[in-house]
């Protein structure tokens, strides 16, 4: 059934009886072209662009659990695409373009806002430094406006403009066209146009391993049984390293805990999204009224899901030093996603070593925002054995050879990206 009001007034009318099945849910067969392993966004809108831009439909998504239960639902919803290294603007801008054109692209409402992604400066360096990352962004031909004090207080008058101030706002970074979008119905909407286009999409289906012939993967062992396909493709977020394992890999990554917040609803307050240059601070409002906000990691490898009190402390003290009227709001619940840290800070989206395994890992803070160019990218270079032009630099032996894409000019260590 194609979505539309005309669908809703009939429905609406007949007591909702006619609504089917947003996909089906089918047994897994013995082979397929395709196997792509991780039902998150990631996956799932590779395999809709396998169908949809390749012609490649005999194509199956293995997800361990139900779609929308990984960190596909455990992040903080933004898009953006103000970065500045080469490779990653590219590639993230194509991703934002892919965010506009998305609910129509799935006939489904990803609630896609572009209500604009404010980055505060908080020393005068800094705000050089979004400066020259604007500079950037506009060479490229991405929307980045420079904003004042003033121009920010007129804004964003809720933040702390006062004399006591422990962070003053020098000015910020802002860039219009990003903002946020309903993570779950991300992958349902992906999930829905992938089924339509004759995608098997099997949940509660964990891969145990790999089988192979001589070098070369061909299938996998799943707890549904085995499952043989010419080419396999890894789309696992956090868990990267344990699936490469399986198949004798040791990736440059390591695993991190990243915590969201989501508050009490309230009315009206912040209409935009707005990060704490001071710190490691992001907050919106979502359309039920609640706030929701995100840290810095927690520190430690774990694969738990669940974050530690001393960022929940250090999160929450962030929150109020920035704006002062968050004091006495409730917090409701928070979570944690597992982050897979590449030593650059930016993604891995090549083949490996192995023949018939492709990879897309290393996403860092980056993987919500990259789902659709991740897919676009991913599907391009499963279908043509070749990267694709805007994702060229995400090689997987870039690390090998010297030449990181070090977004945040950290250094080779993952828990500082």
């Not at 396999?232 to 990267?240: E, T």
Request: aromatic share 10%; with cysteine.
């Amino acid at each position: 059934m194609r979505y539309s009001v005309a669908s809703v007034i009939r429905e609406a009318l007949t007591g909702n009886t006619g609504w089917g099945r947003a996909w089906r849910d089918p047994e897994p067969k013995p082979a397929y072209d395709v196997l792509v392993v991780g039902g998150g966004g990631h996956g799932l809108s590779t395999a809709y662009y396998l169908a949809e831009e390749h012609g490649i439909r005999n194509v199956a998504v293995l997800e361990k659990g139900w779609l929308g239960g990984g960190n596909v639902g455990r992040n903080t919803t933004i898009i953006r695409s103000n970065y500045m290294m080469d490779g990653n603007t590219q590639f993230y801008e194509l991703s934002m373009k892919l965010w506009e054109g998305l609910s129509h692209e799935l006939n489904y409402n990803a609630m896609v806002s572009h209500r604009g992604v404010f980055n505060l400066a908080h020393t005068p360096a800094q705000y050089d430094a979004f400066a020259y990352r604007g500079n950037v962004m506009r060479s490229n031909g991405i929307d980045a406006e420079i904003l004042s004090r003033e121009e920010v207080r007129r804004e964003l008058p809720y933040l702390d403009f006062s004399e006591k101030a422990r962070f003053p706002v020098y000015g910020a970074l802002v860039q219009r066209r990003g903002g946020t979008a309903r993570h779950d119905a991300v992958a349902w909407g992906y999930a829905r146009g992938a089924d339509t286009r004759g995608v098997d999409i099997i949940q509660n289906c964990e891969v145990t391993g790999f089988i192979r012939e001589g070098d070369r993967i061909v299938g996998v062992e799943t707890t549904r049984g085995a499952i043989r396909a010419k080419k396999v493709a890894m789309a696992v977020a956090g868990h990267s390293s344990v699936l490469a394992e399986k198949a004798g890999m040791r990736l440059p990554i390591e695993s991190h805990l990243l915590q969201a917040f989501v508050s009490e609803s309230i009315k009206p307050l912040i209409d935009t999204v707005i990060t704490f240059g001071a710190g490691h601070f992001y907050i919106s409002q979502s359309d039920k009224g609640s706030l929701v906000f995100g840290g810095d990691l927690d520190g430690y490898n774990s694969y738990a899901q669940r974050g530690n009190l001393p960022i929940v402390e250090h999160v929450l003290t962030e929150g109020k030093a920035l704006i002062p009227c968050l004091s006495r709001l409730r917090m409701l619940r928070h979570w944690a996603g597992v982050m897979d840290m590449s030593m650059d800070g930016s993604p891995i989206i090549d083949l490996t070593p192995i023949p018939g395994l492709y990879l897309n890992t290393g996403w860092c803070y980056g993987g919500f925002k990259a789902v659709p160019g991740s897919g676009w990218c991913f599907a391009y270079l499963i279908a043509r054995d070749e990267p694709h032009p805007v994702a060229a630099k995400f090689r997987l032996d870039r690390f090998r050879t010297g030449r990181p894409i070090d977004e945040k000019g950290a250094g080779p260590v993952p828990g500082h990206h």
